[in-house]
T-cell receptor
Framework: DAGVTQSPTHLIKTRGQQVTLRCSPK?????VSWYQQALGQGPQFIFQYYEEEERQRGNFPDRFSGHQFPNYSSELNVNALLLGDSALYLC?????????????FGEGSWLTVV | SQKIEQNSEALNIQEGKTATLTCNYTNYSPAYLQWYRQDPGRGPVFLLL?????KEKRKERLKVTFDTTLKQSLFHITASQPADSATYLCALTDSGYSTLTFGKGTMLLVSP
């Protein structure tokens, strides 16, 4: 049973560019959340998708957007990249609606903005 | 604003000893508290979840306590091994949509 898979694993972008990161949740999971983890920090919640809708959002600007597809996979898009967007982007999946279910993380996508 | 604090310094212990990591929080009433392990360059791996009405939870060599009065959780690894060396993250969840609020993590180094 594949866990949460993310792509690409590493990428380098230039300031001002746009990036799309992809996530396939664990089999049977219908809820996908995205987190940003800067070096030396804990992950920070960006947003959560359930039934193809953004259900909850953290304190991130509108440059960060996402999408969830009918097969529950998800994309994270970041526009107008800034140097400060360099981080590990983590996708997490779970079964909803019961909070307290185990949340599984992917290995992340390392984004470097130069 | 919500704040979660974990041991800011790395914790160095000898193999076989018990490691104790601390997680304190303020301005939060979590329904659940979770502990994750994260190895360098990898995603967090779920270890244990404890509910607000539980005082203690165990899993093999791991033990978590949760004191909602003190707003504190302690995470213990007994008979520690060098393979336990990693960063351990504390995360809180409210009773809503299972979004996690993380601390910065504590790096644990177990020496042979």
């Amino acid at each position: 049973d594949a866990g949460v898979t993310q792509s690409p694993t590493h990428l380098i972008k230039t300031r001002g560019q746009q990036v799309t990161l992809r996530c396939s949740p664990k089999s049977g999971h219908d809820t996908v959340s995205w987190y940003q983890q800067a070096l030396g920090q804990g992950p920070q919640f960006i947003f959560q998708y359930y039934e193809e809708e953004e259900r909850q959002r953290g304190n991130f600007p509108d440059r960060f957007s996402g999408h969830q597809f009918p097969n529950y996979s998800s994309e994270l898009n970041v526009n107008a990249l800034l140097l400060g967007d360099s981080a590990l982007y983590l996708c997490a999946s779970s079964v909803d609606p019961i909070s307290g279910n185990t949340i599984y993380f992917g290995e992340g996508s390392w984004l470097t903005v130069v | 604003s919500q704040k979660i604090e974990q041991n800011s310094e790395a914790l160095n212990i000898q193999e076989g000893k018990t490691a104790t990591l601390t997680c304190n929080y303020t301005n939060y009433s979590p329904a659940y508290l979770q502990w994750y392990r994260q190895d360098p360059g990898r995603g967090p791996v779920f270890l244990l979840l404890i509910r607000e009405n539980e005082k203690e939870k165990r899993k093999e060599r791991l033990k978590v306590t949760f004191d909602t009065t003190l707003k504190q959780s302690l995470f213990h690894i007994t008979a520690s091994q060098p393979a336990d060396s990693a960063t351990y993250l504390c995360a809180l969840t409210d009773s809503g949509y299972s979004t996690l609020t993380f601390g910065k993590g504590t790096m644990l180094l177990v020496s042979p």
